[in-house]
């Protein structure tokens, strides 16, 4: 997998040499891999819209996929894009520069939904729901516009995670963000390659790569965020019991309808003396990779 410079993305050039640096960068491929057999995310011949941010997920999406691509390990185009949504002071010229340099095929699109978020939310509202919603709209026509089959976003583990106990203690839902989905209109794929890779690895990746990470000023100006406070109490969970993010992520992969309570998902009423076997539930708390 991690070959001499002559035999490597430009993507990964000038990466750090270190035995650590290879098994984070290892470790990571191999996760992205693992999601993207796992849920059936591969379509031969198909095209990619992969969404740049800028921001520390969204170039470790880049430089994985790319680098899965570039072993032929996934047999899809990919097109980097960036959506510049308008905020002031967006440092325009990155992501074009930083795109060419490394020969990564891309298109930048200007639409200012960040004067459009500003008038429409009220004063001490969060900018989030409008924002994303804005930029999904725009991300799919763009998507159909260059022939693709599937938007492809960062989000990692403790994105899923972290929205899975918003659900829970301010939606009243179980549910998160899937790795794979259709959108409302049917017509695109919604991938999410890295749902099994840490918040931790990423950043420690980008880092370590250089590359040039640009901070979304309109979402980290707010204060008091669900996601901000949901983030805290999980980070104080991982100080106590290191390990416990992996547990309760592994948990989403592991659900038993009949040990829940929604009767959509399994016929309670149904359920006769002897009609089942049941098995011992297994406490055993699941193997860490």
């Known amino acids: 997998m991690l070959d001499d410079l002559d035999d ?72 980097a894009c960036n959506l510049d949504q308008g905020q002031p002071g967006f440092p325009s010229t990155v992501l074009p520069e930083f795109l060419e340099k490394m020969g990564v095929e891309h298109r930048v699109e200007y ?48 994105d899923i995670l972290e929205t899975f106990f918003m659900n829970l203690f301010h939606g009243g839902r179980l549910a998160t963000m899937p790795p794979k989905l259709v959108n409302e209109e049917g017509d695109l794929f919604v991938y999410r390659p890295l749902a099994h890779v840490a918040e931790a690895d990423c950043e420690k990746f980008a880092r370590d790569m250089n590359y040039p990470i640009i901070p979304c000023d309109l979402c980290g100006s707010q204060d008091g965020l669900q996601r901000q406070q949901v983030k805290q109490i999980l980070d104080q969970w991982e100080k106590n019991s290191p390990g416990r993010r992996q547990v309760m992520f592994r948990s989403l992969m592991n659900i038993r309808p009949s040990h829940m309570l929604d009767p959509k998902l399994f016929d309670f009423t149904g359920l006769m003396r002897g009609s089942v076997k049941f098995e011992q539930i297994d406490t055993e708390v699941p193997k860490l990779r």
Not at 27 to 47: D, L, P
Not at 50 to 78: I, N
Not at 116 to 145: H, M, Q
């Open 111 to 158: 639409q200012d939904t960040y004067s459009v978020v500003k008038d429409k939310v009220p004063e001490g509202r969060t900018y989030c729901a409008l924002c994303s919603r804005l930029r999904r709209g725009n991300l799919y026509r763009i998507a159909r516009e260059e022939g693709c089959s599937a938007v492809v976003l960062g989000h990692h583990r403790d």
């Open 8 to 79: 490597i993305h430009p993507l990964f050039h000038g990466a750090p040499s270190s035995a650590s640096f290879k098994k984070l960068r290892k470790r990571i491929v191999r996760q992205t891999r693992e999601a993207i057999e796992q849920y059936g995310m591969i379509e031969r011949g198909a095209r990619w819209l992969v969404c740049l941010s800028g921001g520390k997920d969204s170039y470790t999406l880049l430089a994985v996929l790319h680098e899965l691509k570039w072993r032929g390990l996934l047999p899809v185009d990919l097109l």
